[in-house]
Structures are given as structure tokens and as C-alpha cells.
């Protein structure tokens, strides 16, 4: 069943597919974001209490559902590293984790900015903030522990281990806002899957908001392949096919940007 | 899968798993604390099974419904006074010194963080106002809900607000 799967036990067959894939994603990626952003700020219409204050929404819900996103697929990649100990794996959880912990910060900075005019407070330490903070910490710790021993391959099972003990945290984060009484709202976007036809955001609003969620997502893509094709060379570099990339002797199409960069640091 | 593997994958789910019921029972007795604030249902009748009631004097948060016509000036500076509702009978008077965040207005949900001086009224030192997981135009607000909504910085100003200068404002009824 999993068999198609196997070939990408081996770094260069993963590095291969990336390359293919970096453009669907960085292409694709850049033209949303950027027509998903100016959407949202120039022409959906104010809030009918918030003002334009609520505008800060199209930044802040993409970055949050990314972070949650990008935990349980680097909790996805422990997994297989741990099981099966697959190196690309390994790799796997260091390259989405700083990419995580980017969106989490985003994610914190722009509820505080939010809620500083609109709640009046910058933080409350209420349920749902603070697990999100822990998310933080969970995605520093898993980063911190990776780098922490000598032997890479011990750090990475350490990290994963952490990593996949956190995803406890991920269910906690989404039903707070329902479980416990919290200053932050309930979720806009659950409403959306749970009630389509009665959305309890005007649809003005809501598409920008859902194209910059798609938006953040494949910019969340690109980044995770960069990094991870990097990761791949950078653990490759005396095999022969990361030489003959290196030095160029491959297509361009292949090579592309990553191998590009690579190309001029190592000369 | 082989038998390592299998082996493996049994240990790092059962650690999950283990881990999982761990923090569910932790949270599960945290439960009560978890809380931001007490509901005025909680303030006059108790919280939990056990009922257990709020001390006079004691610092606490209460968040409930802003109930409309009750928002009141108490004299010329920044003092107000209003009542919280959540679905209960049960009402507690908060009173307040200082700036309104921008989204209070009857009706609004609102968070104050005070001091209990009776059974039923708080002392509050900070109000932070709650909103919605709704977002629409405002004209839309008007034809859904009635609502046109009002910052408090605003209401002196408003020539639609209640032209009684004890009454607070806050949307057309």
C-alpha cells in the first residue's frame, strides 16, 4: 500500500521531488498571498464594531491555523522518523520547526496588536493564549533539543519524542475557546465548515480571509522545501549526486533555486 | 512491517497515549481554575457541583453580558456603573473608573477584573471588552441585528444617544 512512498527513504529522490514541486508551491504561493492581502486590507469592507482594527484577521487566523498545521506535520514526520528511522524524516521535523515557531510568534504578535485597542489589554493569560504560548515553547524546545547532543541522530529522536508528545497540546489550543471561559472569541473558520450556509463572517469578508489562509499555506510549503532541500544537501555533500548538483553539471530545472544558492556559498 | 519496527511504533504510541490521559486527567481536575472568569450565574449561586461561592473581598474576574439601560454615569468624571447577565436571573453590578474600551455598549460581552464588595456587586480596576466570532458590514449589522454600534468615546457626542444625561448610550432599542 505504502510502497510508492519507499523510494523517498533516500535523500536525492526526496531532494528530486521538491525541486519539482518547489515551483507549485512558491508560484502559486506569492500571487495568492499577495492578492489575498491587498484584498483584505484595501477593499473587504469595515467591521460594523471593530472598524478597520479587525482587518488584522487576514494576517492573524492563517498564521494560527499554519502553526497548528505545521505541528502535526512535523509531529507526522517524528512519527516516521522514530518508527521507521528514516534520515529524511529526521531532517524533516528540523525544517518545518523554525518555520512553525515563525508562524506561532506571528500568529502571538498580531493577537496582541489586535487586542491592545480592541479587548484593551495586550495579554491575558486565559486558556486559549496561553496554549499558544506553549506551542511556542514546544516548537523552541523541539529545536533546542535537536541541536543539543553530539550525535545528530540521538538529537533527532530526543526532538521527536518531544515533538510528538506536544501534539497533545493541539486539540487543547483548538477546543480552549469551547471548554473553558476565555477572553478570545470562538472560532470564525470552524463555524465555516460546521454551518456553510450560514457563515458567521459576511462572505465580503470571508473569502479574502479563506484565499489567505490557502495563501499562507503554500508560502508555509515553500519554505519548509527550501529549508529541507538544504538540509539534504548540506548532509549530502560528498555524495556524488549532491556534487554534481553542486557543481552544476545538472539541468537548471532540476537544480533551481536551492541549488542555485548552495552552488555560490560552497563555491 | 517487521518486528523492530513494530516494536517501535507500539512503545512511541503508547508514550503518546500515556501521555495523552496524563494531561486529559490533569486538566480534567484543573478544570474549574482553568477558567478566566466567573459568569454572574456563579458570582450569586455558587460555581461547580459543590456551589462553591465567591468571598466578599476577594479579587476575581466576572464576564458576562452588558444588560441594556443599566450603564450609568455615577457623577462627572469617568465613574460608570453597569449590570452583567449571562443566561440566569442572576445580575451583578460592576462599577468602574476609568476609560471604556472601544467595543463596550449594552449588550457587548464584557470581562472586569475587581474586587467583590457585596455578594452582588464588583469594584472593578480593569474592564475588557469581549467580542464575537461574527464580522460583517455595518449596514448588515443593522438589518440582522439592530445594532449600530457606538464606542464609548463617542456617546456625548452622538445626537441619537439618550438625551438623558444619566443614561450611558449605546445602540438604538
Redesign the interface.
Known sequence: MWRWLHPYAKPEATYRLNQKMLPWFAVPGIVVLAVATIWGLAFA??????GDS?RI?FTHVPAAILSMGLYMTMATAA?IA????IRTAEWAILAIAPVGAVFTFISLFTGAVWGQ?????WW????RLTSQLILLFLYLGVMALYAAFEDERTGAKAAG?LA??G??NIP?IHYSVY?????H????IT?VITRFEKP???P??LWPLLLNILGFALIAGTLVILRLNNQILQREVRRPWAQAILSGAIPASQAANTGAANTEERG | MNPR?KK??AI?SS??VA??VA??LV?YAL?QN????Y?PTEIVEGKGNEKAMPQVGQRLRV?GLVVPGTVRRLDDNLRVSFRLIDNGPAEVTVEYQGIL???F?EGQGI?AQGILVEPNRIVAS?????????????E???QLKG?E?VPPSQWQTQPNASNDTEEGGGYDR
Open positions: 469592507p469595515a467591521d460594523y464594531q471593530q479587525y484577521i512519527l522514530l518508527v521507521w528511522q485597542p480592541m479587548w484593551g489589554t491575558v493569560w486565559d486558556a519524542i510528538l508528545i501534539v497533545v487543547i471548554w473553558w471561559n476565555t477572553l472569541q470562538q472560532s470564525t463555524k458567521s463572517m459576511a465580503e469578508m | 519496527r517501535r511504533l512511541t508514550i503518546i501521555f495523552a494531561t486529559g486538566l478544570s482553568i477558567d478566566l472568569f459568569t464576564g474600551p472601544d467595543l455598549r470581562v480593569e474592564v475588557l471588552a469581549r467580542h464575537d466570532e461574527e464580522y460583517m458590514p455595518p448588515l449589522a443593522r445594532i454600534h
